[in-house]
Structure formats: C-alpha cells, structure tokens
C-alpha cells in the first residue's frame, strides 16, 4: 500500500481527491488537510509516501512546502494553474495533475507512484482498471484493441474482455504512447498486435477494427 495524504485550502478539492483515491486499491489515504502548517507539522511524526500537494495556497505555497519536505516524500502537484508546471517539475515532482482532475489521469499519476515506490523503474505491465464494484487487471501485454462506446469502454485482451466506465481520452491517458496510438474515434489499438492494415480498417487477432482516414498517415509512419 501506498500511504499518501493530499493538502488543499479548497475542501472540494480535497473532496474530489479523496474520492479518486478510494478507488485506487494500492492508495491508502492518511489525511487531508486545508492547512498546509498542519500538514507539515503531520509529517514531523507520520511517513507517507506520497503528497497530493494544491500549489496556490495562502501564506505556504506548495512549491515552497515541496522544499521544505524535500526527498522524504513523493509529490504529485495539483493545481488549476498550467503556468506553475516547470516549477513542479524543477522541484523533482513525480507528476502535476490540472484540476479539474479526471479519475484517468489521477490513475495513470498513481501508477507512477506505485512503480517508484515499488522500485520498478520499468514502465507497469498492467493497469487496473473498474469493473463493476470490482478491480479488474489488464495485461497491456494481452491487450489488443480499446473500444468506446458513450462513457464506457472494453478492453479487449486476448483471452478476456472487460467493461469499464471511463473515456477513451483517459484510457489513452493511462497507456504508453510508444505501444498504443487511437486509430478511430472509438478505438485505441497495440501496435505491435496488428495483423494488416487496409483502407478503412485493421485486423488485429483476425478481428476487424475500424480505421479512421485522419489517423491513417500517422499509423503507416508509425509502424515502419
């Protein structure tokens, strides 16, 4: 498990925060805090991992929080300010998150978190992602197409199929760009599982997946 608390002065912020995590089942959240004193005065006693840190608060802002914690923690920067984000990441911050935070991109930062923590330096084989009320692994390696239909999504491996509510923008979110390219407005696909590619379509596991023209010059240099 990953121990982590988030500081915010907005309660919303926290709110929604506190929501993603309780659907990560590798987060356990500690703590919230709006002040950002007693956040740190927290961690004179408390470990964590991880901080979910808002970056325009009052009086201690969270570039200068981030310094003064330094290495003992990781930090994931949470902010509604784009602007800020080279600052972040000068800091050495594991990620930076643009509220409002979708659950897929609180995900993907999360899968960071883990691999760090675990000492896995190698991008995660898998993903988790929500079926129902539970957590279902895909294999990334056994994945072979994404398909979207209004707010849900299947992931089509090669022996199994799941259903999850989540767009296709943050599936794209949670997968290596190297590997995985949207080829469909509907459609993410494993480059290296396709089969032939023709006009107007893909075969992939000799199942057929739509190919949109806007996406096909971008595929054929892709697969050279």
């Known amino acids: 498990m990953i121990r982590c608390i988030a500081v915010d002065d907005e309660p919303i912020a926290l709110d929604i925060i506190r929501s993603h995590a309780s659907k990560v089942p590798f987060l356990e959240m500690k703590a919230t805090f709006v002040n950002a004193f007693e956040a740190l005065n927290y961690l004179k006693t408390e470990a964590v991992d991880l901080i979910f840190l808002d970056i325009n608060m009052p009086d201690l802002t969270g570039l200068d929080f981030a310094q003064v914690v330094g290495n003992k923690s990781l930090v994931i920067f949470t902010t509604a300010y784009p602007e800020y984000a080279l600052q972040g990441f000068e800091l050495s911050a594991l990620d930076y998150l643009l509220k409002p935070i979708a659950f897929g991109r609180f995900l993907q930062a999360c899968n960071k978190a883990y691999e760090r923590v675990s000492g896995n330096t190698k991008k995660s084989p898998y993903v988790f992602v929500k079926d129902g009320y539970d957590w279902v692994r895909i294999n990334l390696e056994e994945l072979l197409y994404i398909a979207s ?3 849900y999504l299947t992931f089509q491996e090669t022996s199994k199929k799941t259903l999850t509510r989540m767009t296709i923008s943050e599936a794209m979110e949670m997968l290596s760009a190297e590997d995985f390219m949207r080829v469909h407005k509907s ?16 075969t992939i596991n000799k199942l057929q997946v739509p190919l949109s023209g806007s996406y096909r010059d971008e595929l054929l240099e892709r697969v050279k």
Do not use: P, S, T
């Not at 459609?187 to 379509?201: F, G, M, N, T, W």
């Open 187 to 202: 459609y993410i696909v494993a480059l290296d599982r396709i089969e032939k590619i023709e006009r107007h379509q893909l």
């Open 149 to 151: 239909e209004g707010n």
